[in-house]
């Protein structure tokens, strides 16, 4: 990100681990930080100020006010917040869907869809773009690096819209990692759980190089015939 590039806020709704180093990141960038869960506000505070410091603990309803929403909570637990409160909004989907915490769920293991096709379908007044949810937690706590380091980790990003996936970009350039487009957000399922980037902590070759071979794997088989043709 340039220094004529206005730094967005960031409103995170999710207080877990990764919810608070995203939120801790967004802090050590400048970033106004909002944190909502599912508790009140009061009852998040302590441990939000402790995580992300200057950061504020406040409702779903305010934290989807911010520029860039960032979606962080248990993939069941989507469907639990109204459709239209985050009507409006730009929302970076970072949740995974794990059959061993979420249950079988039919629509989120679907393969002619990706998981964040499933999130947009909900919240359809929203902008979703996929990020932030195939690095490990302990590289959003400790492999942040600035623009132009060596040993940078790459975030893939995917979207159906051109302007807020270069948005998105700028938020995780700002945030310490290098931004690699992925495509639509049908794309997105080249890094879900399972796949060879989810959890590899990649630089930018390595990931671009991973995205490529999804398609000659076996889940990359999968999809494929599911969805009719190689993407």
């Known amino acids: 990100m340039t220094s004529s590039q206005a730094l967005p806020s960031l409103g995170v709704i999710g207080a877990g681990r990764i919810g608070c180093a995203i939120a801790a990141l967004g802090r050590a960038a400048g970033m106004d930080v909002s944190v909502a869960a599912s508790r009140p506000p009061a009852q998040i505070r302590a441990e939000v100020e402790a995580a992300a410091p200057g950061a504020h603990a406040v409702s779903v309803e305010q934290a989807a006010r911010a520029t860039i929403v960032l979606l962080a909570i248990p993939i069941s637990r989507h469907h639990l917040l109204p459709a239209d409160v985050l009507s409006g909004a730009l929302v970076v989907d970072a949740m995974n869907y794990w059959w061993e915490l979420d249950g079988a769920r039919p629509d989120l293991a679907d393969p002619t869809t990706s998981t964040s096709q499933t999130v947009q379908a909900h919240f359809a007044g929203a902008r979703v773009v996929k990020a932030l949810g195939h690095v490990s937690g302990y ?34 350039d700002a945030l310490g990692f290098e931004p690699v487009a992925a495509g639509t957000l049908a794309q997105g399922v080249r890094f879900e759980p399972g796949t060879e980037l989810f959890g590899a902590d990649a630089d930018a070759t390595e990931a671009r190089e991973m995205l490529e071979r999804f398609w000659d794997s076996q889940r990359g088989r999968v999809v494929a015939r599911a969805r009719g043709a190689r993407q």
């Open 139 to 172: 590289a959003l706590e400790e492999l942040a690096r600035p623009a132009g380091a060596t040993d940078r980790i790459a975030m893939a990003i995917a979207g159906d819209d051109a302007t807020d996936v270069e948005a998105v970009g700028h938020l995780i």
